[in-house]
Nanobody, 122 residues
């Protein structure tokens, strides 16, 4: 059984910071790319940032220079440091793993966490 569990969301004032964490647990051998996506009310889910197992990163233009994604492969955990937050960053943030290989050599594709709410408001 594999799980992705996000944490770190909450309410923050504009200009503030939050750090999201996503820990993968279970019988995991390896994880390819891990990413953060977000979905605001009435909008489609969109990519925020992603990082490969080798550390290559990609960001949405709207968050470049403000957000930083990182991962700890030994802990199967990905982080999203969010600085200079804006009201338009308000959304449910979801963790994603594009491919998880289990210790039983089974591949699980496009796996999602349950989401964590981030609200930026004064």
């Amino acid at each position: 059984q594999v799980q992705l569990v996000e944490s770190g969301g909450g309410l923050v004032q504009p200009g503030g910071s939050l750090r999201l964490s996503c820990a993968a647990s279970g019988s995991i051998f390896s994880i390819n790319t891990m990413g953060w996506y977000r979905q605001a009310p009435g909008k489609q889910r969109e990519l925020v940032a992603k990082i490969t197992s080798g550390g290559s990163t990609d960001y949405a233009d709207s968050v470049k220079g403000r957000f930083t994604i990182s991962r700890d492969n030994a802990k199967n955990t990905v982080y999203l440091q969010m600085n200079s937050l804006k009201p338009e960053d308000t959304a449910v943030y979801y963790c994603n793993a594009d491919k998880i290989r289990t210790t039983g050599w089974r591949d699980i594709y496009n796996y999602w966490g349950q989401g964590t709410q981030v609200t930026v408001s004064s």
